[in-house]
C-alpha cells in the first residue's frame, strides 16, 4: 500500500530569504513550516530568525517591531529580545524574564542565502551549508562571476511542491529530452549518497555513440539534505545554482533559484551585465520548465520505474527518509 504524502516538516536547512532583502534595521516577515515568523539584522550586522510572536502578550513583532541596536523590541510594550530569542530588558521592570524564550532558528548566511534550520525535535544541525565555490574545489571564487542577486534569480511562493522533488531531479536522466528538449544524453559518473550531503554528477554526450573522449561538458551537484543543493556546469556556459525548496505549510513551498554566470574574460563589471542576465535567463527558463512539471506533481511511492531509472532512484530515497523523524520514530530506520 503506498505511503502516506511526504511530511512537510522534514529536518535540514532551507532558504528564508536573500542576504540583501535583510538589511540593518529591518523586520522581515514571513511563514516557513505552518509558522509566522521574523528575520532580523542587528546593528552590527548579525542576523536572527524566530517566530514572530512576543512572549509577553502575544504581539506580532514583525508589525511595529523595531530593532535597537543587538535587539528586537515589541512594539506592544517595548520588551526586549535578543538573538537568542532571551528576554534581556522591559523598560518598566528592573529585571527581565528570565523564564521566557522566543523560539529563535540556527541561522547562517551563505551563498547569498539566508538559511534556517529546521527540526521539528528541536535538535541543533548536523551537517552544513556547502560553500557554492569552496565545495567544488576548483580554485574559482566569486569574484569570478557576475552578481546573482537580484537579476538573476527567481522566487515562486505558495506553489504545491515538496523539497523532495529537486533532488529525485539530480538522478532523473530521463527528463532532459522531454521537459528540457536537449539531444543529449546523461551519463551519471558519480552518485554518492553515504551521508547527509549527498554528491551527483553527470556528463553529457551529444551522441548516442559518443565515447568517453567525445564528452565535453557535464555537471556536478552537492545536496545538503533536502533544502540545499549546489550546481555546477562545465563545458557549457559556466553558470552555477542554487536552487532551494522551503515548506510553507502542510501543502505549498516557496522556491528560490539562483544563478552565477562566468564573467567574460577581462569584464570586472559590478553588476550583472547584459550578456550575464541572457545566459541567466535561460539557465532559469529551463529551471521554470521543472517547476511546472513539480508544482502539478502527485508523489508516487512506489513508483513504476523502469530498469535504468531504479538505481538512481532507489538510492536518492532512502538517503531522504534520514530528514524525516517521524520514520525514525516509527521504527523506519533510514
Same mark, same amino acid.
Given at each position: 500500500?503506498a =505511503? ?25 516577515t514571513? =511563514? ?18 524566530f ?10 513583532l514583525?508589525y ?8 528586537l523590541?515589541?512594539?506592544f ?9 532571551r ?5 518598566y521592570?528592573s ?6 524564550r ?33 565545495a567544488?574545489?576548483?580554485? !574559482? ?14 522566487? !515562486?511562493?505558495?506553489?504545491?511542491l ?15 529530452? %522531454?521537459v528540457?528538449?536537449?539531444? %543529449? ?8 549518497f ?7 554528477? %553527470? ?22 539534505g ?10 557549457m556556459?559556466?553558470?552555477? #545554482?542554487?536552487?532551494?525548496v ?5 501543502? #505549498? ?5 539562483t ?7 577581462g ?42 531509472e531504479f538505481?538512481?532512484? !532507489?538510492?536518492l530515497?532512502a ?16
Amino acid at each position: 500500500m503506498a =505511503k502516506p504524502p511526504l511530511s512537510m516538516e522534514p529536518t535540514g536547512w532551507f532558504q528564508v530569504a536573500w542576504c540583501s532583502e535583510i538589511v540593518v534595521g529591518a523586520v522581515h516577515t514571513m =511563514k516557513y513550516f505552518g509558522r509566522e515568523m521574523v528575520a532580523w539584522r542587528s546593528a552590527s550586522g548579525e542576523i536572527a530568525v524566530f517566530d514572530a510572536y512576543c512572549e509577553h502578550l502575544g504581539a506580532h513583532l514583525g508589525y511595529g517591531g523595531h530593532v535597537e541596536g543587538e535587539n528586537l523590541v515589541c512594539p506592544f510594550h517595548g520588551w526586549e529580545w535578543n538573538r537568542e530569542g532571551r528576554n534581556v530588558c522591559i523598560p518598566y521592570e528592573s529585571h527581565p524574564n528570565k523564564g521566557r524564550r522566543i523560539r529563535s532558528y540556527p541561522v547562517v548566511e551563505r551563498n547569498e542565502g539566508v538559511w534556517i534550520w529546521y527540526d521539528i525535535e528541536g535538535r541543533p544541525p548536523h551537517f552544513e551549508i556547502p560553500d557554492m565555490f569552496e565545495a567544488f574545489g576548483d580554485g !574559482r571564487t566569486a569574484a569570478d562571476y557576475y552578481p546573482p542577486v537580484p537579476a538573476a534569480t527567481l522566487f !515562486r511562493q505558495g506553489l504545491e511542491l515538496h523539497p523532495q522533488y529537486v533532488m529525485e531531479n539530480g538522478v532523473d536522466f530521463a527528463h532532459f529530452k %522531454f521537459v528540457h528538449k536537449t539531444p %543529449f544524453i546523461p551519463e551519471f559518473t558519480r552518485h554518492d549518497f553515504s551521508g547527509p550531503v549527498s554528491y551527483v554528477d %553527470f556528463t553529457i554526450a551529444f551522441d548516442e555513440n559518443a565515447t568517453a573522449d567525445d564528452v565535453q561538458s557535464g555537471v556536478e551537484s552537492i545536496n545538503a539534505g533536502l533544502g540545499c543543493s549546489i550546481t555546477k556546469s562545465w563545458g557549457m556556459v559556466d553558470n552555477r #545554482t542554487m536552487p532551494a525548496v522551503t515548506p510553507v505549510d502542510d501543502r #505549498t513551498s516557496d522556491v528560490r533559484f539562483t544563478v552565477w554566470i562566468g564573467r567574460k574574460p577581462g569584464d570586472d563589471s559590478p553588476e550583472l551585465t547584459r550578456y550575464g542576465k541572457t545566459m541567466a535567463d535561460f539557465v532559469i527558463e529551463q529551471f521554470e520548465a521543472d517547476i511546472h512539471i513539480w508544482s502539478h506533481q502527485r508523489y508516487s511511492d512506489p513508483p513504476a520505474l523502469s530498469r535504468k531509472e531504479f538505481e538512481g532512484f !532507489r538510492a536518492l530515497r532512502a538517503w531522504a527518509r534520514q530528514f524525516y523523524p517521524e520514520l525514525q520514530t516509527e521504527g523506519h530506520p533510514a
